[in-house]
């Protein structure tokens, strides 16, 4: 399926590497776990999850001396899902809301060219399929072209999206985006957000603000905070995490373009440093190749 074909470059690199590297070799020895550390590595693991997936292999290795090779496939398999267990405690529902969070709002936050306005557009579509009500907001009002994008998902998928001129507060856009959707009985609220790293300070005190006027209308909202990451910038994607949750909770991941990228291997070290979970993967162009994130699948995709 999608998901398959869509992790096809990361395990190509990844098996490729690992079935060379183990070559000649019956037991899993030093040398064998230093080539293992070093495909890791090199597929955007991240050093700090590859050093843990690595010391929790060793310790098998310690325990049975004489672990063949021929099960560390399965071994590796059993470490990266124990790993991605511990951040993505739940499964989420196939596009779902909670029922007692009506409207459910989702704030999506992330930089520019990440993929955050086609993944709001893949989740109203995934939305509407659900026979959810959904409104969308324009609060990118630094882009025209961010903006207009958004429009056209909603024409395409058919939902109405709230915007206002260019440069006007984004937080009066959240405001308006999030009063309309209480007015049309909406399911589910999405507002899209500008994301300007450069301005550090001025990032997180945007957000707080879009938070702030929000609750005008709905106290607890959002209750998600999506942070879309792209997956094909690896260790990039690593740096822009640690960006934004320093400037705001983020309680959700939404990691995009995997596809065409070898680089898979960084939604495992994403899941481990930052301890959000990740809700959903893109793994193509088109509307269904935004997938609900789910452990297990994407571990066994990797393997199979
Ligand atoms: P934004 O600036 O963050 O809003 O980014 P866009 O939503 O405009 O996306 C930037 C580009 O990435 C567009 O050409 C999208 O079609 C593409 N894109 C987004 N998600 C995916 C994905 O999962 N796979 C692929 N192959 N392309 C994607």
Redesign the pocket.
Known sequence: DSLDK?LEKTKDSFFGKLGKALVGKSTVDDEVLDNLEEILVSSDVGVETTLKVIERIQARVARDKYLGTTELDRILREEIAALLSESNTQDVPDFETPSDKKPYVIMVV?????????????LSAQFKKKGKNVVLGAA?TF?A??VD??KLWGERVGVPVIARGMNTDPSAVAFDAVKEGVDRNADVIII?TA?RLHTKINLMAELSKIKRVMQKVIPDAPHDVML?L???TGQNAVIQAREFTKATEVTSLAI?????TAKGGVVIGISDEFKIPVKY?????KTE??QVFNKMEFVDSLFK
Do not use: P
């Not at 992330?110 to 893949?122: A, C, D, L, M």
């Not at 995009?256 to 065409?260: A, I, M, P, Q, R």
């Open positions: 869509g992330g930089v520019n060219g990440v993929g955050k306005t086609t993944t709001i557009g893949k990118d882009r072209a961010a994008q958004l899209d994301g879309v792209d997956g094909s995009t373009k995997l596809d065409g993967i893109g793994v193509g162009e190749d935004l």
